[in-house]
């Protein structure tokens, strides 16, 4: 979006780097991840790699870091620090917890905070006919991702303060409050007594060759679902007339649509639902989805190269007029732009030798978007 970042990484470099899937060592997740963040590597336990990394931030606007709390300020770089030299900087903390409070301290990642949040139990309460007693183990970090935006959509407020009071904001986001913001049926069912329907409202419904997720969200659906079965007297149908009515009787209910759906290919059930505006889906690979050809006219995807070659990533989800997005959409290599940026921050040629990681020597590059003058950001580690 025409910010200039900078991504503080460790002496051996982002632990993402190792990531599969490699090609000839490049990781394409760490690319999808980081592609056109500029690197420097510094040892943050080194009086010279925590120098350069208050240099960094003198003319930066924002500074993202999600260490454990108290970590950034044993290295001489926490808020009230750096808020000396930079009034304007916008400090960003992202942790599992939260930067206080009893649980600040603990050791954090996606996994954890899902438990910890009761994500993973509320999800496995829908699975109504399982029986199951073991959680379920989820591979997809949404609390990773959620902190992420979050920390993105504060961002942005404090940007747009300082444009009246010319001064920045430290920023708290924590883990475990973001994916409670995923629960809001659930934060209120843990209040109140709820009655659970005899079956998830959403789910799979069984074809003649495989399933399709149906969504009958609102009254309209409803009818126009009679609609489509042929079954106008369930309108009627006191089991299912009124919500309350429908919602004791769910599974009845779906056992009507799916004796229809079940006559008929996943195709011939999806072109039925689609005609009468009904909110449905096939049940689609990742890899299918990238083949959407919505994607394509969106331009949801962009072209990310690395040492290896070419790949494709999403870009923002969202479009703004007049705003390209991942325009030279490269992936650095580790030091690539020590010389350039620290140059650009104020250090002499010896300073720079000796911030930088000593078993990675820095190869110049001309730093991609380094002339930009709108914001500078540093991405700690």
Avoid at 10 to 30: E, I, Q, Y
């Amino acid at each position: 979006m025409g910010a200039t970042v900078v991504k503080v990484e460790s002496v051996d470099g982002d632990m993402m780097r190792a990531r599969p899937p490699l090609r000839d060592g490049n990781s394409t997740l760490f690319g999808h991840l980081n592609a056109r963040k500029l690197s420097v590597a510094l040892d943050l336990k080194r009086p010279e790699g925590r120098e350069a990394s208050v240099a960094l931030t003198r003319s930066a606007d924002i500074l993202v870091e999600n260490f454990r709390p108290g970590v950034m300020d044993r290295l001489g770089l926490g808020h009230a620090t750096l808020r000396e030299l930079n009034p304007r900087l916008i400090y960003c903390s992202i942790s599992g917890y939260g930067q206080s409070g009893p649980s600040a301290g603990l050791a954090a990642y996606a996994p954890v905070i899902h438990a910890a949040a009761g994500l993973d139990l509320a999800h496995q309460a829908y699975q109504h006919e399982s029986g199951r007693r073991r959680p379920d183990y989820c591979g997809i970090y949404y609390a990773d991702v959620l902190a992420g935006i979050y920390a993105f959509g504060a961002i942005g407020v404090a940007l747009h303060e300082r444009h009246s009071t010319g001064l920045g904001r430290r920023i708290d986001v924590s883990m475990l409050e973001s994916t409670l913001s995923l629960l809001p049926a659930e934060v209120q069912a843990a209040q109140f007594d709820v009655p659970r329907p005899s079956r998830p409202l959403f789910g799979p419904v069984e074809t003649a060759d495989g399933y399709v997720m149906l969504a009958l969200g609102s009254e309209k659906s409803i009818k126009a679902m009679a609609e489509v079965m042929n079954r106008p007297d369930l309108i009627d149908d006191p089991r299912f007339a009124r919500y309350a009515e429908r919602r004791a009787n769910w599974s009845a209910y779906m056992d009507i649509v799916e004796e229809w759906s079940r006559g008929l290919s996943s195709a011939a059930c999806m072109a039925a639902l689609e005609k009468h505006g009904l909110p449905a889906s096939v049940y689609r690979s990742v890899t299918d989805a990238l083949a959407d050809p919505q994607l394509a006219h969106r331009r949801a995807l962009a072209t990310v190269t690395d040492a290896a070659g070419e790949f494709r990533a999403p870009n923002p989800p969202f479009l703004i007029e007049g705003v390209e997005w991942m325009a030279d959409a490269r992936v650095a290599r580790l030091n690539e732009h020590a010389v350039s940026v620290l140059g650009q921050a104020g250090l002499t040629p010896e300073q720079i030798a000796a911030a930088v990681a000593p078993r990675t020597a820095p190869t110049e590059s001309a730093p991609q978007n380094a002339s930009n003058p709108r914001q500078r950001l540093i991405s700690g580690p």
